[in-house]
Nanobody, 126 residues
């Protein structure tokens, strides 16, 4: 399975970006999808997750109300809509897939993920 992120870039504080993660080589609807991020000098952290069919979502507290995760299984793509961006959102954003969870699983731990993309850089200027 190959995951490819896109949509990153430079945006001003308060702006918006939509990240996409396109999957190929597997059955996309069989794995939960998660977005993680890693800021310079910091550990990778959970951002948002969505279950296999998109019925369940989960967010880290710092992005609740600002970010929205969604997926289109017909297009093999998961999205992260990011609004009201802040400088502290600056990071490389990674998408990851989990094959082993339950139907309603929204995995938050990097250690359980089976597949990873290479990341896309989001920079929020103040």
């Amino acid at each position: 399975v190959r995951l490819v992120e896109s949509g990153g870039g430079l945006v001003q504080t308060g702006g918006s970006l939509r990240l996409s993660c396109a999957a190929s080589g597997g059955t996309f609807s069989t794995y939960a999808m998660t977005w993680f991020r890693q800021a310079p000098g910091k550990e990778r952290e959970f951002v948002a997750a969505i279950s296999r069919r998109g019925s369940d979502t989960s967010y880290t507290d710092s992005v609740k109300g600002r970010f929205t995760i969604s997926r289109d299984n017909a297009k093999n793509t998961v999205y992260l809509q990011m609004n009201s961006l802040k400088p502290e959102d600056t990071a490389v954003y990674y998408c990851a897939g989990d094959l082993r969870g339950s139907l309603y699983s929204t995995p938050r731990t990097s250690g359980v993920m089976d597949y990873w993309g290479k990341g896309t850089l989001v920079t929020v200027s103040s």
